[in-house]
């Protein structure tokens, strides 16, 4: 959000009329024709990615990485109305012990999150680096623990250290070393893992330098400009970098 907050309209491709937001939930308040799936009263939040409907991706459920993918605010769906006119496939049922809050992290950060844990938990030992103490960063945090990995928080802001480090966290103060880094790993000879959420260029560098070998970088901040990784950062330990979406 700070990436469209930043952006001018024109980069951003803003036309006028356009209702922006996403994450929402609410109630069906009414339904087409063709509706099937959701009656009048039942609550829902929203996937906020839309599909063309046709593709292999949008068939298994992806519709992120459908090539024709757009966001609900995009499309002229944006959350941040009272009423809003969805189709009823990007509609998820919220159950009675989920509040709309809930919701909303279900719907984008709560799943951006997931992906990224599943994408780095392996079926062996597992100690992650979470660069970035922010939303997503913390909800990784929460995520992971409750899969029985090992993690450790790193963030320049020491109020969501303090945060991190109320749910648990071995956190470290700021940037540190390479070496100081990777003595927070129980084997001291590096992480099996590494989640970077903030986009700095400089995290995504010192993500793939704290893996052990044939460790997993897994991508998740988004930035302007190119990174300063280099080849020789990943090759000769054999290491998997991944990027991970909603």
Same mark, same amino acid.
Not at 91 to 113: E, H, K, Q, R, Y
């Given at each position: *959000?700070?990436?469209?907050? @930043?952006?001018?309209?024109?980069?951003?491709?803003? @036309?006028?009329? #356009?209702?922006?937001?996403?994450?929402?939930?609410?109630?069906?308040?009414?339904?087409?024709?063709?509706?099937?799936?959701?009656? $009048?009263?039942? %609550?829902?939040? +929203?996937?906020? /990615?839309?599909?063309?409907?046709?593709?292999?991706?949008?068939?298994?459920?992806?519709?992120v990485l459908c090539a024709e993918n757009r966001g609900i605010a995009i499309a002229g769906?944006?959350?941040?109305?009272?009423?809003?006119?969805?189709?009823?496939?990007?509609?998820?049922? =919220?159950?009675?012990?989920?509040?709309? $809050?809930?919701?909303?992290?279900?719907?984008?950060?709560?799943? /951006?999150?997931?992906?990224?844990?599943? @994408?780095? &938990?392996?079926?062996?030992?597992?100690?992650?680096?979470?660069?970035?103490?922010?939303?997503?960063?913390?909800?990784?945090?929460?995520? =992971?623990?409750?899969?029985?990995?090992?993690?450790?928080?790193?963030?320049?802001?020491?109020? %969501? %250290?303090?945060?991190?480090?109320? #749910?648990? +966290?071995?956190?470290?103060? *700021?940037? *540190?070393?390479?070496?100081?880094?990777?003595?927070?790993?129980?084997?001291?000879?590096?992480?099996?893992?590494?989640?970077?959420?903030?986009?700095?260029?400089?995290?995504?560098?010192?993500?793939?330098?704290? =893996?052990?070998?044939?460790? %997993?970088?897994?991508?998740?901040?988004?930035?302007?400009?190119?990174?300063?990784?280099?080849?020789?950062?990943?090759?000769?330990?054999?290491?998997? $970098? &991944?990027?991970?979406?909603?």
């Amino acid at each position: *959000d700070l990436h469209f907050y @930043r952006s001018t309209p024109t980069e951003l491709g803003i @036309r006028k009329g #356009l209702v922006v937001g996403h994450e929402p939930s609410g109630i069906v308040r009414k339904t087409g024709s063709g509706a099937t799936m959701f009656q $009048i009263g039942d %609550r829902v939040t +929203v996937n906020h /990615t839309l599909g063309c409907g046709k593709c292999m991706y949008c068939f298994q459920g992806e519709t992120v990485l459908c090539a024709e993918n757009r966001g609900i605010a995009i499309a002229g769906y944006g959350g941040d109305t009272n009423l809003l006119a969805i189709p009823e496939t990007t509609c998820i049922p =919220l159950i009675d012990n989920l509040s709309f $809050i809930d919701g909303t992290f279900v719907a984008c950060t709560g799943a /951006t999150a997931y992906n990224a844990a599943k @994408r780095v &938990i392996s079926n062996d030992e597992n100690n992650i680096a979470i660069f970035g103490l922010g939303p997503v960063g913390l909800s990784c945090i929460l995520i =992971l623990q409750k899969m029985g990995a090992y993690v450790v928080g790193i963030d320049p802001n020491s109020k %969501r %250290r303090e945060f991190a480090a109320s #749910l648990g +966290v071995t956190n470290v103060s *700021d940037f *540190d070393t390479i070496i100081n880094l990777k003595k927070q790993s129980p084997n001291l000879s590096g992480f099996n893992g590494s989640i970077e959420t903030s986009g700095s260029f400089f995290a995504q560098s010192v993500a793939i330098d704290i =893996l052990a070998p044939k460790g %997993r970088a897994v991508y998740l901040g988004l930035s302007k400009g190119k990174p300063s990784i280099s080849p020789e950062q990943f090759i000769h330990k054999q290491i998997t $970098i &991944i990027g991970s979406k909603v």
